[in-house]
C-alpha cells in the first residue's frame, strides 16, 4: 500500500510548482503596475509644475524673455530622463493592463491607459508642433515682432497642457487604485463580487 503511494503521489505532482509561477507572475504583475505608477506620478508632475508655476511666472515676463525661456526649457527638456519617464509611463501602463487581463483591478489600468494615451497624443499634435514653431522663430533677439510669436504660442500651448495635467492625474489615480487592488487580493475579490451581484439584478 504504501509503495502504490508513493508510486501515485510521483505520477501526480501536488502542483507546488504551478502555484509558485502563479505567485511569481503576480509578483512581476505588481513590479510593473507599481513602476508604471511611479513613472506615471513623475509626468503628471511635470505638467502640474508648468500649469500651476512655471507658464504663470513666464507671464509676467516681457517677451522676449518668454520666449527665450520656453525655447530654452523645450531644448533641455528633450534627454534621456525625461523620455524615460514621458515614454515609459505609456510602456509600462501598456504592460500592466495586458498583465492584468482577467483581474479585478483590469479597468483601472484600462482607463488609465486611456487617460495618458490621450495626453501623449494631444502633446504630440499640439504642444511639439507649437515648439518647434516657437524654436523656427529663431533668437528672441533677432525677431521682428515677438508680441506676435509669443501671441501664437502662450494661450494654445497652456491651454492643452492643463488638459494633459489632468489626463495624466487621472492616469495616476486609476494605477494607484489599481495597484490597491492588485496588493490587497481580498478587496478585489470583493470588488468583483459586488460588480457580478449588481449585474444579476
Request: with cysteine.
Amino acid at each position: 500500500m504504501t509503495t502504490d503511494a508513493n508510486t501515485t503521489n510521483t505520477e501526480h505532482p501536488t502542483g507546488t510548482g504551478t502555484g509558485t509561477d502563479s505567485v511569481r507572475r503576480r509578483g512581476t504583475a505588481a513590479g510593473v503596475l507599481g513602476t508604471a505608477t511611479v513613472a506615471m506620478g513623475l509626468i503628471a508632475g511635470v505638467f502640474y509644475i508648468f500649469a500651476c508655476a512655471i507658464m504663470p511666472a513666464l507671464a509676467r515676463s516681457d517677451d522676449r524673455v518668454f520666449i527665450e525661456v520656453m525655447q530654452n526649457i523645450n531644448d533641455v527638456i528633450q534627454n534621456p530622463v525625461f523620455f524615460l519617464s514621458f515614454l515609459g509611463a505609456l510602456a509600462l501602463t501598456a504592460v500592466a493592463a495586458w498583465q492584468s487581463r482577467g483581474t479585478p483591478h483590469r479597468w483601472w489600468v484600462f482607463a488609465a491607459l486611456a487617460a495618458y494615451a490621450l495626453a501623449v497624443v494631444l502633446t504630440a499634435a499640439v504642444n511639439i508642433p507649437l515648439n518647434d514653431e516657437l524654436a523656427a522663430a529663431g533668437a528672441p533677439a533677432r525677431i521682428a515682432e515677438p508680441a506676435a510669436v509669443r501671441d501664437r504660442f502662450e494661450d494654445t500651448w497652456v491651454a492643452w497642457n492643463v488638459v494633459r495635467a489632468v489626463l495624466s492625474t487621472v492616469a495616476l489615480a486609476c494605477l494607484a487604485r489599481a495597484l490597491y487592488l492588485c496588493r490587497h487580493p481580498q478587496a478585489s475579490a470583493y470588488l468583483e463580487s459586488a460588480t457580478g451581484s449588481s449585474a444579476s439584478r
